[in-house]
């Protein structure tokens, strides 16, 4: 085995990579010069031949592929298993010319056992053409989107200088948070009242209530309330109880939106943190595959637990060792994991060493999730009492451990695995059922109404996995209910920090919480746009426009046709929106007299969109980061370059540097220090050389 300068020379064949994307898809101006400037007669844009072009940085491992592909006499793809991974594969030996065999290697995860399996069962690359064509398809679909609508919307509704970013996912999810934010501002809090009474049985007195879930029968005045409290005070009666044993099988391994779920109620982390650790396990071998949708594993899967269980004993990630001596149908499940890309995530059996802080807790995550697989269910039991007083029923429920199962590995730390496992020990009285009841005391409790909670980037990206909830056409629920919600796993942290760089959301810290809230950018545009262009069901029909594409029941030309059509019907709406619908955004002292002659750049230090304005010289970009970032650029988006003093440049009077030739004083010209603003001297003079 020999390394080489991007490559691995190996016995069995050279070894290259690709380290994510090295390409993309080329913006508008390299398809035509005219693009660079943001004109309502260009659009839409639509590519007659695609192009790509090497991303930043990437040139060189690009030409380190394109010598290894001149020699090479077969290829094997080996990059991540799903949609994405064709497409990096794909574009990249299309952009270099090859035209050569290739086999496909097919792995979920990175340990030696399963890369080996993966080896010895090569398949040809063209069984996956589907997931490449969809794949193509969801790449040239957002750029359409993307460039077409950013700037249709930022031309027709926003202040010069000030940019509005439109994506397929990105702006649905927006809307949800907007939404979120305005029913908690507009939520009016309702007082309402429930009824605890105090209820004598000859085993013990047990408090038993009147508290509706249902707000027809909710008590919502004091009146209601004391009509309940003079019927149930001193009411007699025989309670009705009962007892059910009941189990409760542990949950799930972890797909990636539940991880981040869990990280962020944990331990506030956001999704893009907690896809990073998931990630840096996973090239360190120590998890399966991370960015998958699925919460199953193959039935093959049950020949690697006894190895992986005794890893996690002997790593101490679990007190013993846990005895694969069962396997649950709905965790094994080879049909419904063949639904999806890659199966849940789990891991490898590798011992976790070095492992501190949140890498460590991450990991632990996942590894017990793993683990309860394999230990009995819990076991409770639930007792529900009810009396009949005078009319009104009064309820009493308790909850008591009989066996403890899976939650014994969690229990041992003081740890709960979810919220609904913070269900404490509630023990009742051993009433049975027959017992007489009598109503020693009741009283009314008063109550208020509460609004939804902020999201946090945990609880919005459950609510993108679930968004058929906001989904009034039955057959778009279906469609949301047979996908992943808006989004995919690998998308869904860039789409949150796309918008936060924006300026449509931000971060706010309550308490522990770290919440996301909508910013007054994000409500204007949101209010401004069309309804298409927010609405997640109209993504739920691009999700399955993409799944047909895969499966090949639709071809990949017809689809980015319907997505044009998409496109222009949207510009047309957005050209009928009142042009000052966000006009007063923008300040006075900022509006550019002439349009900008390239499109709005991104700031090189922060990443957030250059906004265009006027100063005292003139135009320039400057970062919407301002006051904390104070990048500006010239208008043909560089940098300025420091002004260099001619060869007969004099002296500074004060310090002694060489002067550069200004203007604006009142005569219009004068000598100024090159050192300014440290050193502010200046010199009159008759005339500047040029």
Not at 304 to 310: P, R
Not at 631 to 645: F, S
Request: charge should be positive; hydrophobic fraction near 35%.
């Amino acid at each position: 085995m020999r390394s080489g300068d991007g490559f691995i020379e190996t016995t069995q064949g050279t070894l290259t990579w690709v380290i994510g994307h090295l390409l993309e898809t080329a913006p508008p101006e390299r398809y035509d010069a005219v693009y660079k400037q943001w004109r309502w007669e260009h659009l839409p844009i639509v590519p007659t031949q695609w192009l790509l072009e090497p991303k930043d940085g990437k040139k060189k491992q690009l030409g380190v592929i394109r010598k290894l592909l001149k020699q090479a006499r077969e290829v094997v793809i080996a990059t991540d298993a799903g949609r994405e991974g064709e497409l990096i594969a794909r574009e990249t030996l299309s952009y270099l010319g090859y035209r050569g065999p290739a086999k496909r290697l097919w792995s979920s995860s990175l340990d030696a056992a399963s890369l080996q399996r993966a080896w010895d069962n090569l398949f040809d690359a063209r069984e996956k053409n589907g997931l490449h064509w969809a794949a193509q398809v969801r790449q040239r679909s957002d750029w359409l989107v993307g460039m077409n609508l950013s700037r249709a919307a930022s031309i027709a509704l926003a202040p010069r200088g000030v940019v509005l970013s439109v994506g397929r996912v990105q702006t649905p999810t927006l809307a949800m948070v907007v939404r979120r934010d305005l029913e908690i501002e507009d939520f009016q809090p309702r007082t309402y009242f429930e009824v605890a009474a105090e209820v004598e049985t000859p085993r013990g007195n047990v408090i038993m209530r009147y508290a509706p879930k249902d707000e027809e029968k909710r008590l919502w005045t004091q009146e209601d309330a004391d009509k309940v409290l003079s019927r149930v005070q001193g009411a007699q009666g025989p309670i009705r109880a009962k007892t059910e044993r009941k189990r409760q099988a542990p949950p799930l391994p972890y797909s990636l939106n539940v991880l981040q779920q869990e990280c962020s109620r944990k331990y506030s982390l956001s999704l893009k943190e907690t896809l990073d650790i998931a990630q840096k396990l996973y090239e360190a071998k120590l998890i399966t595959y991370p960015r998958t949708d699925c919460r199953t594993l193959p039935e093959a899967q049950q020949k690697e637990a006894a190895f992986i269980l005794g890893a996690l004993s002997k790593s101490g990630v679990t007190p013993k060792e846990i005895q694969p001596r069962f396997f649950r149908k709905q965790v094994f499940n080879t049909t419904k994991t063949n639904e999806h890309d890659h199966h849940a995530i789990i891991p490898t059996g590798e011992p976790p060493t070095g492992l501190a802080g949140l890498d460590e807790k991450v990991y632990r995550m996942i590894a017990l999730r793993y683990a309860i697989q394999f230990l009995p269910d819990h076991e409770y039991d639930a007792t529900r009492l009810m009396l009949d007083a005078n009319g009104i029923w009064l309820i009493a429920t308790g909850r008591v451990t009989v066996a403890p199962g899976w939650k014994s590995l969690f229990s041992q730390n003081g740890e709960a695995e979810n919220d609904e496992d913070k269900q404490k020990e509630s023990r009742l009285p051993p009433v049975q059922d027959g017992d007489p009841g009598t109503v020693r005391h009741a009283k009314a409790e008063t109550k208020q109404t509460k609004p939804p909670k902020p999201y946090t980037e945990g609880t919005l990206v459950a609510d993108m996995v679930n968004v058929r909830k906001y989904v009034d056409d039955p057959r778009l629920k279906k469609i949301l209910k047979d996908t992943s919600g808006i989004g995919e796993e690998s998308s869904r942290p860039g789409i949150l920090e796309t918008l936060k760089k924006r300026g449509y959301l931000e971060v706010r810290k309550s308490g522990k919480t770290k919440q996301i809230r909508s910013t007054e950018l994000g409500r204007r545009f949101i209010e401004a746009i069309p309804a298409p262009l927010k609405n997640p069901g109209v993504t739920a029909v691009w999700e399955d426009l993409l799944n047909d594409i895969a499966v090949g029941k639709r071809k990949p030309d017809e689809a980015l046709k319907q997505v044009v059509n998409y496109v222009r019907k949207q510009i047309d709406l957005i050209g009928k929106i009142a042009p000052d619908t966000m006009k007063d955004m923008g300040r006075k002292d900022t509006q550019p007299e002439e349009a900008p002659p390239i499109g709005p750049p991104d700031c090189p230090k922060c990443g957030k969109t250059m906004s265009w304005r006027k100063g005292r010289y003139g135009h320039f970009w400057g970062c919407s980061g301002y006051p904390g970032c104070k990048v500006v650029l010239q208008p043909d988006g560089t940098r300025k370059t420091k002004a260099t003093p001619p060869e007969d440049a004099p002296e500074c009077p004060k310090c002694g540097a060489p002067m550069l030739p200004r203007k604006g004083g009142r005569s219009g010209k004068f000598w100024g220090c090159s050192k300014f603003p440290k050193c502010k001297g200046t010199r009159e003079i008759e005339e500047v050389p040029s």
